[in-house]
């Protein structure tokens, strides 16, 4: 292994594999009912609303105060006072997509940091294949991970060692040595990555509380509806109506898209698909506001980031002791 390959390694199993997680913590501190973080949001915003605050706009500012909306800015203005229920479950929603976000986030990576495994003997070697990976590329592992049929085959995929060669390698250790720990990281890593890859391409919904809707409508087969106020709605696309786009991607990554680039989280999408002269049908996904799906995101979350700490451990110790092709 090359010595760049090797210090990056070092580094994403001291500090890199924290980002998610510690990301993950801050957002579900954040959507928490009753916390001082929600209370700072709330300030926050509020103070945008503020004389000093639209002083700091410059010339001009006081012409777009006088076209504002008076029912608007007052709405607005109001984050001014003690917070409700409604202005609370706005934030949440923000943290809760967010927190989406970061899950899909946590895969992507954990998907470019196995392509970069899996290609590391190629000239640009491990670092620069993990820096350089594209999403095209971390797909198609995804892809090759879901035609396997056996852990063994994962393994081989990655082109590690197999459970064999490490028990043979192991037995030449003294008995008090951590490295039996590596055998059982090394069994239950194929589970992960596999779980990654059905998440990243998956096309229906598996029980993630996430559902499809067009024009605010549920499908049949999708379970009860949701109003606006109960779900954080990441619109996918506006199409035909009965036309969905046939995308290559899978729904979750068409959300996360969706959240990264646009934030295109609405509120009104009843009233924007029922818009006089609108000739779109608007399909989105629903996460239900709740704390049970926050604690499940960051559990997910931190299983992965567990999954990518684990690989890259896992590559050092191979390395040290011989075992990487």
């Not at 500090?15 to 009912?33: D, I, K």
């Not at 917070?83 to 986030?105: H, N």
């Not at 820096?131 to 090759?144: A, K, N, T, Y």
């Amino acid at each position: 292994m090359r010595d760049i390959d090797r210090i990056f390694l070092q580094d994403y199993c001291r500090f890199g594999w924290l980002s998610h997680v510690l990301t993950a913590t801050a957002l579900a501190e954040g959507f928490r009912t009753d916390n001082s973080m929600k209370r700072k949001a709330r300030n926050t915003i509020a103070r945008l609303f503020t004389p000093d605050a639209l002083d700091a706009l410059g010339d001009g500012h006081d012409s777009f105060l006088s076209r504002l909306d008076k029912k608007f800015y007052a709405e607005a203005a109001a984050w001014r006072s003690v917070g409700g229920p409604r202005k609370d479950k706005r934030i949440q929603k923000v943290y809760l997509a967010r927190l989406f976000a970061e899950l899909m986030s946590t895969v992507e990576d954990i998907g470019a940091l196995c392509w970069a495994v899996q290609h590391r003997n190629e000239p640009n070697g491990l670092f620069k294949g993990y820096l350089d990976s594209e999403v095209r590329q971390v797909g198609s592992l995804f892809q090759e991970v879901r035609a396997t049929e056996t852990d063994e085959a994962i393994i081989q995929l990655l082109q590690l060692p197999t459970i064999e060669a490490i028990r043979e390698r192991l037995a030449s250790e003294i008995p008090s040595t951590p490295l039996a720990a590596l055998e059982a990281g090394h069994r239950e890593f194929p589970a992960g990555l596999r779980q990654a890859a059905e998440l990243y391409h998956a096309r229906s919904l598996p029980g993630l509380a996430i559902h499809l809707s067009a024009n605010g409508r549920w499908a049949p087969d999708e379970g009860p509806p949701l109003n606006s106020a109960e779900c954080a709605r990441v619109i996918l696309e506006a199409s035909p109506p009965g036309q969905p786009k046939q995308d290559q991607h899978g729904i979750f990554v068409r959300a996360f898209n969706k959240v990264k680039h646009r934030f295109a989280v609405v509120e009104a999408i009843d009233e924007m698909a029922h818009a006089p002269g609108n000739d779109w049908a608007v399909y989105s996904l629903d996460i239900l506001v709740s704390q049970e799906r926050v604690d499940d995101y960051v559990a997910r979350i931190a299983a992965q980031s567990a999954l990518g700490y684990n690989l890259a451990y896992s590559i050092l110790r191979f390395n040290e002791l011989g075992l990487l092709a």
